[in-house]
């Protein structure tokens, strides 16, 4: 039986907002705190509270914790954008850490039983072997990385300490959209590889660069673990019930499909998708890209009774170009409300 609702944070914005669709299709009552600095109050589905608030403005979070009963957060508030932790690392302790901080302690003060974090791939740095597993190294090559990580060793002194489970999910590549089409990637100014390339499909862009063509992969190009994020969003509810059923238990796995693609695969799926050509222009590597990084997830599999369903890449990028086009479509009553 389900006790209580489900505190998201950062459920305007992207994964957090498929997170929220995917808890409410379960039954779940749903409290999102968002500051909406880069989320959308639009992202957020009716049937969840939205409350406009810092996640370290603890008395706005304990006041949700207390009115809606909650009994888990689901974390996903936070920067992302990881070359911008290198040139402002500041920010990324602040928002990443700092305030990670803050609602943990808010948890604890509040007896929210279960906590899951949306960690990341970049724990790793560049790992020694691919696919990598949870007990490789964790050495961080950005801020990015180091924030979340440091996050996780809190959640762990925390879980050992109070009564409090937890569940840090380390993701890899988030793509694509809802099936039903109730959100998307919206921010602008998206670095990632498959955003970039259905806006360079619906004529946002001219062409996608591709950052460096001499890894130590198939084809010279980066490979990536690509998930879709309704897969991601459900593997989230898989989690919440069991920190639920085994409340002694805490968890860190690697969300992921475990195979991987290079850039030129995810173009060719684009171009498969639209039945066009994108214009690829080939140019240097950027700063602190891994060859591969692909998911060892026989932990999550093991885990979690969560199965990929959408593990397909020519539906992920189809599931994105759909947002895309709405995107386009929608462009101003989006700026208006
Ligand atoms: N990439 C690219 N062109 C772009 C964006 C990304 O070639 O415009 C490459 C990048 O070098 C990496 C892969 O695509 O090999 C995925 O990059 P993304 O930024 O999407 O995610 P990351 O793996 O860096 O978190």
Known sequence: MQKGSVLVTGGAGYIGS???LALLDAGWPVVVVDNLVTGFAWAVDPRATLIQANIEDDAAVR????????CAVMHFAGSVVVPESVSDPLKY????TVASRALIESAVACGVSHFIFSSTAATYGIPDQVPVSEDSP???INPYGMSKLMTEAMLKDVAAAHPMNF???RYFNVAGADPLGRSGQSTAGATHLIKVAVEAATGKRDHVGIFGTDFAT???TGVRDYIHVSDLAAAHVHALDLLIAR????HIMNAGYGRGYSVNDVLDAVDRVTNRTIDRRYQGRRAGDPDALVADNSAILATLPWRPQLDDLDTIVGHALAWERKLAEQAEPQRQS
């Open 18 to 20: 498929h997170a929220v």
């Open 63 to 70: 006041a949700a914790m207390r009115a809606h009963d909650v």
């Open 93 to 96: 302790y602040r928002n990443n």
């Open 138 to 140: 964790t050495r961080p």
């Open 167 to 169: 569940c840090a999910l």
């Open 218 to 220: 198939p084809d010279g």
């Open 247 to 250: 409340p002694g238990d805490s």
